[in-house]
């Protein structure tokens, strides 16, 4: 007998085919953070790979479920990823082996693995280092003074830099960190402002990579829209009013992480709302608390924060958010 198929019936997309187009929506970023700040990136990027496999097969192992499927599924790799491009491409060795830990094991498999996490892993890995090691975290590295390949990763491994480097081209701050400290100094802002445009370049390939993942339908618009609206809803108007003191919203946008978690971390369907308006609270809230925290708070760049404290409201939101069943009036059952 011939087998007939609907073809008006779209396959379901598996998670691995998900989690492989998310990992390719990331190359541009990457090809240019390797271009803007060279080849360590991918050093910290296998070094979180590796390390969020052992971790996922580890867990799985314990808990008695089988590891195969679970790895092939792309989804450590995901969360690997992200933390490698949030954390600094020159950072030690131990502080991406740490974070994906943390992530994989405590944020992801403890609250039983893919699916069931109400925080996104890799937001949890982050915290957890900028908390734990704030001086660490704040040394990004200065494109300006790039260090070749080999300095590199002697500085990731050994914690050594080679004859001839200048220590700034490790231990410069960013630029949100930048003017964060010397505000509060009571420095002039304009004498603060970054010259360098190599994060707004990369963040560009976010961007980029983003705007694919909505075009394939992974991804809905309502929630990096809205975050970047909450951004802007404190940014524009502190901005025009006191123009010295609060740094422009374009600095805001395409500075620290933005773009990335607009496109690839509050798009997490795990963590994040499902309704459509739930989306939209979910994400003006993230912008609006990642402001908060950076100009008033006590760390540079507070979107980690602001993705977790906003996960905690999701069972909330969806409850309150979801819309009324076909034939039934809103509230009731």
Known sequence: MTA????????????????????AALLPGIALSVYC???????????????????????????????????????????????ALSLPPLGSWWMIVVATLFAIIVAKQLYGGLGNNPFNPAMAGFALMVVSFPAQMAQWGSPQLPLDAAAQWQWI?????????????????????????G????????????????????AL????????????????????????????????????????QYASPLLHLLQGGTLLAAAFIVTDPVSG????????????????L???????????DGIAFAVLLMNMTVPLLDQYTRPAVFGHRKGRS
């Open 37 to 83: 700040n060279g080849i360590g990136i991918l050093l910290q990027l296998l070094l979180a790979s590796l390390t969020a496999l052992g971790a996922e097969a580890a867990m799985l192992r314990l808990r008695g479920m089988a590891v195969w499927p679970a790895l092939k599924d792309l989804s450590a790799i995901v969360t690997a990823w992200l933390l």
């Open 183 to 202: 505000l509060r100094q009571g420095q002039a802002l304009a004498g603060l402002l970054p010259s360098s445009s190599a994060q707004g370049l990369i």
């Open 273 to 288: 709302s499902t309704t459509p308006r739930g989306r939209l609270i979910f994400g003006f809230g993230v912008g609006l």
């Open 157 to 181: 491994f050994l914690h050594t830099l080679a004859p001839g480097s200048v220590p700034d081209a490790i231990s410069s701050a960013t630029p949100l960190d930048v003017l964060k400290t």
């Open 290 to 300: 990642t402001y908060v925290i950076r100009v008033f708070g006590n760390f540079p």
């Open 4 to 23: 007939i198929h609907s073809t008006h019936i779209a396959k379901p997309a598996t998670v691995s085919t998900v989690m492989l187009k998310v990992l």
């Open 205 to 244: 390939g976010w961007l980029a990579g983003g705007l694919w993942l909505w075009q394939q339908k992974l991804i809905p618009w309502q929630t990096p829209l809205a975050m970047l609206a909450g951004l802007l809803a404190l940014a524009l108007p502190l901005w025009l009013w006191q123009p010295a």
